[in-house]
Nanobody, 127 residues
Framework: QVQLEESGGGLVQAGGSLRLSCAASGRPLSNYLMGWFRQAPGKEREFVAAISRSGIFRYYADSVKGRFTISKDNAKNTGYLQINSLNPEDTAVYYC????????????????????WGQGTQVTVSS
């Protein structure tokens, strides 16, 4: 199976930016749809973004559209989430996930559809 490891989180001020990375090993990332989820304290895990196996198709939650950008480099076997214009509401643990499944339209927003998960990286945004 594929193993995933996130990095790039940290403490930033409101309006700042970070680039989160998701390094895959064991299998080519090109075999998987990749997603990002986040979980704030006391809240449920929520979908953030996803990218297709080819990298051509990208999907975003309404709350981050226009501010976050998902991408991948299959040659480096690494996915990325660029997070810009951050506000305190973006504070959360961010998780990278991947699935080899092909489901119905919109299946990528459901965390239960993902087979593989990283350990998460903390993003904290101060006001």
């Amino acid at each position: 199976q594929v193993q995933l490891e996130e990095s790039g989180g940290g403490l930033v001020q409101a309006g700042g930016s970070l680039r989160l990375s998701c390094a895959a090993s064991g299998r080519p990332l090109s075999n998987y749809l990749m997603g990002w989820f986040r979980q704030a304290p006391g809240k449920e895990r929520e979908f953030v973004a996803a990218i297709s196996r080819s990298g051509i198709f990208r999907y975003y939650a309404d709350s981050v559209k226009g501010r976050f950008t998902i991408s991948k480099d299959n040659a480096k076997n690494t996915g990325y989430l660029q997070i810009n214009s951050l506000n305190p509401e973006d504070t959360a643990v961010y998780y990278c996930a991947a699935t080899g499944r092909i489901g119905a339209s919109g299946y990528y927003i459901d965390e239960n559809e993902y087979e593989y998960w990283g350990q998460g990286t903390q993003v904290t945004v101060s006001s």
